[in-house]
C-alpha cells in the first residue's frame, strides 16, 4: 500500500516562507516523477511544481516559479517545497502526489495523493 504523508503547513503572514514535506512509502521511490498541487476552496486543484525521478528535471507553475523550489531526497524518499514570499493567493491545502511517469504537470497523471496539508497566508 503506498502512502504519502505531507506535514510543514500552517498559517504564515504574507512575505513569510514555509517548507512542506511529503515522506512516500514506496519501495521503489525513485522511480517516479513527484509533484506539488495545491486547491482552494471553490475552485479546481491545480498544479504547482514537478520533479522528475533522478530531480533533473523540473516543472513549475508560472505563479510560482521565482518563490517556490521543488526538491527530494531519494535515500529519505521525500520531496519538499520550499515556499517564499507567500501571498494570500498561495492559500490552499497542498497535496504531493506520485507519476509512474518521468515527469508531469497533469494531475491526470498522477495515481497516488497524499491527504493533504493547509496553508494559510494572512494578509
Known amino acids: 500500500q503506498v502512502q504519502l504523508v505531507e506535514s510543514g503547513g500552517g498559517l504564515v503572514q504574507a512575505g513569510g516562507s514555509l517548507r512542506l514535506s511529503c515522506a512516500a512509502s514506496i519501495r521503489t521511490y525513485n522511480t517516479y516523477g513527484m509533484g506539488w498541487f495545491r486547491q482552494a476552496p471553490g475552485k479546481e486543484r491545480e498544479f504547482v511544481a514537478a520533479?522528475?525521478?533522478?530531480?533533473?528535471?523540473?516543472f513549475y507553475a508560472d505563479s510560482v516559479s521565482v518563490r517556490f523550489t521543488i526538491s527530494r531526497d531519494n535515500a529519505k524518499n521525500t520531496v519538499f517545497l520550499q515556499m517564499n514570499s507567500l501571498k494570500p493567493e498561495d492559500t490552499a491545502v497542498y497535496y504531493c502526489?506520485?507519476?509512474?511517469?518521468?515527469?508531469?504537470?497533469?494531475?491526470?497523471?498522477?495515481?497516488?495523493w497524499g491527504q493533504g496539508t493547509q496553508v494559510t497566508v494572512s494578509s
Open positions: 520533479i522528475s525521478r533522478s530531480g533533473g528535471n523540473i
Open positions: 502526489a506520485t507519476t509512474p511517469l518521468y515527469i508531469s504537470r497533469v494531475p491526470d497523471d498522477y495515481n497516488y
